[in-house]
């Protein structure tokens, strides 16, 4: 049944997500010249995860200001040699030291076409939003959590102890990015 793959891709999709969404952040830079925060700019990391008969290719940006985030998880479509957006989140923070203190204000989550392809276009739920808590809840994501951060060079190091178990040992609790653009570069 049609419809029962397309149910089955988008939990792929889903879980897939859970790997993407890791959102984290960086250290302030004293070398640049607008004195904006190492972490000011955007970061990517890309995986290809495995899936039956083929491979899968996702894309983690993260771009920051002095106080915000927005993470988006991509995947690419090698039919059109271009990158969909998939997931985004986006949020607030407060630093101290190496950690940062976020808060989710909007997730979201891309259409899909009749052949479970997302169309890229992504709904965003705020917390007056019923979906905001749906999203939060099957992506296991916390409303407001901590991360800490290290940049070094074109290196940003984030971790997230997502099982709150007191270490960032776990599979996707510890990701590298590296800076595409902003501050510094």
Known sequence: MKSLG???????????????????????????????PAYVGTWSRTDTIPVDTFALQ???LLTFTKT???????????DTDEWLDLMGMKGTFTASGKTLDITVDQVGISDFDTLGIPSGNI????????????????????????????VSGNKLTMKV??????DFTDDGETQVY??????GM
């Open 161 to 166: 102890d997502d099982n709150d178990d007191g």
């Open 58 to 60: 996702v894309k983690d």
């Open 6 to 36: 397309f149910v089955n891709y988008a939990r792929l999709l889903a879980g897939i997500s859970l790997v993407i969404f890791s959102f984290n952040s960086c250290k302030k830079d004293d070398d640049n010249n607008n004195n904006d």
């Open 123 to 150: 709904q965003y739920f705020t917390k007056d939003d019923a979906e905001f808590n749906l999203v939060l809840n099957e992506l296991d994501q916390k409303e407001n959590f901590q991360a800490e951060y290290n």
């Open 178 to 183: 590296t800076k595409e653009s902003g501050s």
């Open 68 to 78: 915000t985030v927005t993470n988006m998880g991509q995947i690419y479509n090698p």
